[in-house]
């Protein structure tokens, strides 16, 4: 039977991964307010979500005995479901999906810090949080410009 030390040293690292997976979800929840004038999904959300994902993958591995990729399937599936929900078509305009990308990813940075590949997040995070920033970057514009000269 684990001793007292021993359980309060590994609640203190799970709390430290879910403390890690929170602030992670919420640099790109930050990203996401910090650019645009009608937030969907804003720091609270990308944190919460990643939270969440952390808190259920850590939950799932410890309860469900070492199988976590039953836990994080459902993960996985119900943050696409809540993205889903995100996307809205109108016409030929749809809004909303890269909102319910970057969710879902988030979730995946959450499920990451739970099971301890806090590499892989750090990276996940940042990958995502360049996507975002991209459409802010001079040379991207031009790139990714589709206007036609009339010459054409």
Known sequence: ?????????????????????????????????????????????????SLGACAFGIVGFLIIGG???RVAAQVVTG?????????????DYITGLTTAATLWATAAIGLSVAFGMYLVAFLTTILIYLLLYLPRMKWWKIISSKSISKND
């Open 1 to 49: 039977m684990p001793t007292l030390p021993h359980m309060l040293q590994l609640d203190l690292e799970l709390f430290f991964r879910i403390i890690i997976a929170c602030l992670l979800g919420c640099l790109i929840g930050w990203e996401r307010e910090r650019h645009r004038s009608v937030v969907s999904a804003g720091i609270r959300t990308y944190g919460a979500i």
């Open 67 to 69: 199988d976590p990729s």
């Open 79 to 91: 943050i696409g479901f809540l993205g889903g929900g995100i996307i809205f078509r109108q016409g």
